[in-house]
């Protein structure tokens, strides 16, 4: 038995009455997801410059706010509200790296920007030190430096500026 269109009567073939759609329609063709956008080089290298300094901005804070709980010994560059003031910036800096840099791969361009804040504190504060006559700002130099190029390169911008899809 054929059917005919217009009439409504059923195909032989058709399992279901005349006039009564599937109970179920055939699935859409897959939606392609755009495709994760590797790390470059240049992320990764801000990123883990952040992890380094993290870690040594927070043992930095912890040992001079130890030192200054204990009390700085006479004859001491720092007093003892300096060594609190210089270990509770030196933590605050070292938590903030490890937060920002643990947010690089699904973060956007804010985490690109306070990379590169946290970069240029750390550049600035190495400057000063080794301006004033100290050399222990020369870590802080090269990491502060690494961190704010490579946060501020065209290749890093474009990655952090990736559809949230994409992350």
Not at 51 to 80: C, H, K, M, S, Y
């Amino acid at each position: 038995m054929s059917s005919n269109p217009e009439s409504g009567n059923p195909d032989s073939s058709s399992p279901f009455p005349a006039g009564y759609p599937a109970p179920y329609a055939t699935p859409p063709a897959p939606v392609q997801m755009p495709a994760q956008m590797p790390m470059p080089s240049r992320v990764k290298t801000a990123r883990t410059m952040l992890f380094v300094l993290g870690g040594l901005q927070t043992l930095g804070g912890v040992l001079l706010t130890a030192l200054a709980a204990v009390g700085a010994p006479d004859g001491q560059e720092l007093t003892r509200g300096q060594a609190y003031a210089t270990g509770v910036v030196g933590l605050v800096l070292g938590v903030a790296s490890f937060v920002v840099a643990s947010r690089f791969r699904s973060g956007g361009n804010g985490v690109r920007i306070a990379a590169a804040v946290i970069g240029g504190l750390i550049l600035a504060n190495a400057l000063i030190s080794l301006a004033m006559g100290k050399l222990t700002g020369g870590p802080g130099l090269a990491l502060g430096a690494l961190v704010l190029v490579n946060c501020l390169a065209k290749e890093s911008a474009a990655w952090f500026r990736r559809p949230p899809v994409a992350r």
